[in-house]
């Protein structure tokens, strides 16, 4: 039952000196092989972005292959709010990848992030997101979530934090490790909202299930872990992420 909580949970961001070398670094041979003068716009304008400044040190393939995908959408009859939910998506991919091994203050920053988040659509009204931290992009709707402009800087700021402090050979915690400080956070979900609406974060692309209530539930346990003394909060949310 633990490792199943683990991952419907799962499913609710070098060096510090790059900002001004990496700017003028050359891109690879297929970045610079831009197709149009939009491309090339785009190109430039992320390059001056610090956390894509980061990404391209880290991952120049990953850093392609998103001006790959613009280049792809960009000729669409798509908005650019379709393009950059795109773009984010595949963002969001890569970084939870490498949460569970980046410092305790990228992870933590990752949580904070997904709780404000949830706050944000409810506070304009809009249903939640249950892909959290960047919505899944539909090229035939644009029904979204709207971020704020804070929202996504905040986004990119833990992007940069969690690839520059990603560690491949991070050890993972194990559920003895971190099972004693979540026990009473699940144990308060099931006061809270039941049983079985607690299990509901499991099947949480059902479209028959409560969304709101599900992201409520997911919002509850992100607070409830942020509530734990640093560390503790780090490794348990590092489990619960975790592959």
């Not at 704020?148 to 800087?153: F, G, L, N, P, R």
């Not at 009473?184 to 144990?187: D, E, G, V, W």
């Not at 974060?201 to 949480?204: A, C, I, K, L, T």
């Not at 997911?218 to 346990?221: E, G, P």
């Given at each position: 039952?633990?490792?199943?909580?683990?991952?419907?949970?799962?499913?609710v961001?070098?060096?510090d000196?790059?900002?001004s070398?990496?700017?003028?670094t050359a891109l690879?041979p297929?970045?610079?092989?831009d197709?149009s003068?939009?491309?090339?716009?785009?190109v430039q304008?992320?390059?001056?972005?610090r956390?894509y400044?980061?990404?391209?040190?880290?991952?120049p393939?990953?850093f392609?292959?998103?001006?790959?995908?613009?280049?792809k959408?960009?000729g669409q009859?798509l908005s650019?709010?379709?393009v950059n939910?795109a773009l984010?998506?595949?963002?969001?991919?890569?970084?939870?990848?490498?949460?569970?091994?980046?410092?305790?203050?990228?992870?933590?920053?990752?949580?904070e992030?997904i709780?404000?988040?949830l706050?944000?659509?409810q506070?304009?009204?809009?249903?939640p997101c249950?892909?959290?931290?960047?919505?899944p992009?539909?090229?035939d709707t644009?029904?979204?979530?709207?971020y704020?402009?804070?929202?996504?800087?905040r986004?990119?700021?833990?992007?940069?934090?969690i690839l520059?402090?990603?560690?491949?050979?991070k050890?993972?915690?194990?559920?003895?490790?971190?099972?004693?400080d979540l026990d009473?956070?699940?144990?308060g979900l099931?006061d809270a909202f039941?049983?079985d609406?607690?299990a509901a974060?499991?099947?949480?692309y059902?479209?028959?299930?409560d969304?709101?209530?599900?992201?409520n539930v997911?919002?509850?346990?992100y607070s409830?872990?942020?509530?734990?003394p640093?560390?503790?909060a780090a490794n348990?949310?590092?489990?619960?992420l975790a592959?």
């Open positions: 039952e633990c490792e199943s909580l683990r991952h419907s949970a799962a499913k961001d070098i060096d000196d790059i900002a070398t990496d700017a003028a690879s297929a970045t610079r092989a197709s003068p939009v491309v090339a716009q785009f304008s992320i390059s001056n972005v956390a400044q980061t990404l391209r040190k880290f991952d393939v990953f392609d292959g998103l001006v790959n995908t613009y280049e959408l960009v009859s650019d709010k379709q939910d984010r998506a595949k963002q969001a991919i890569l970084m939870g990848q490498l949460l569970p091994r980046a410092s305790d203050d990228a992870i933590i920053s990752y949580a992030l709780v404000d988040q706050d944000e659509f506070l304009y009204g809009t249903e249950l892909k959290l931290l960047v919505p992009s539909d090229p644009d029904t979204s979530p709207i704020s402009e804070k929202t996504k800087e986004e990119l700021e833990t992007l940069d934090i520059r402090t990603y560690n491949a050979d050890r993972l915690p194990a559920q003895e490790d971190v099972w004693p009473p956070i699940f144990a099931f039941g049983a609406n607690v974060m499991e099947n949480s059902d479209p028959r299930i969304r709101v209530l599900v992201c997911s919002r509850a346990l409830g872990v942020l509530g734990l640093k560390r503790k348990a949310l590092r489990w619960l592959p």
